[in-house]
């Protein structure tokens, strides 16, 4: 962490309100993206990340708070809400529809099956161990370099490069199975 995270940090366990709002700022955009990419739904996005905000603001002043790694206590806060919603989800109702209108330039068989396919994906991605859906999210979803996510996960620039490889090799594997991917298709 930054010695101006640091800084920020302590500012806002004394409930500094700049402090605070500087965090959320910094911060609020980035995880929105990491789980409205995870979940699919922008509510539900919004909503999970103002919960992230407020169990920081919960814990500031608790053996609890991050000390160091914000970013990284951040994200795994996020994504622990995130496997919590799909859990409730899958005892309750089935997906909601996305807040988007179809756009004239795709035919509604053509949103169907981008539709279907990036539900597919996510469903996929859940089957990954936590690690790897959160680089394989924060990389590709979020595009970070394989060093913030190294900093993010507080883990070695190799190990998360292993995560990555293994992630995609289990969704490549889990997607052909299912025939949504061809195995020909060239890698992103």
Known sequence: MTTLDTQLLERARGFDAEALGEIYDRYSGPIYGYLYRYLGDAAQAEDLTSEVFLKLLGVLNTPRAPRDQLQAWLYRVA??????????????????????????????????????????????????????????????????????????????????????????????????????????????
Do not use: C, M
Request: proline share 3%; net charge positive.
């Open 79 to 188: 994504h622990n809400l995130a496997i919590d919603w799909y859990r409730q989800q899958s005892r309750h109702s089935a997906w909601t529809l996305e807040d988007r209108f179809i756009s004239e330039e795709d035919s509604p068989a053509e949103e169907l099956e981008r539709r279907q396919l990036q539900r597919q994906l996510r469903a996929a991605i859940r089957q990954l161990t936590p690690e790897q859906q959160q680089v394989i999210l924060l990389r590709f979803g979020e595009g970070s370099r394989i060093a913030e996510v190294s900093q993010v996960l507080g883990k070695s620039e190799g190990s998360v490069k292993i995560l990555q490889h293994r992630a995609i090799a289990r969704l490549r594997k889990l997607l052909v199975g299912k025939g949504n991917w061809r195995d020909d298709q060239p890698e992103s």
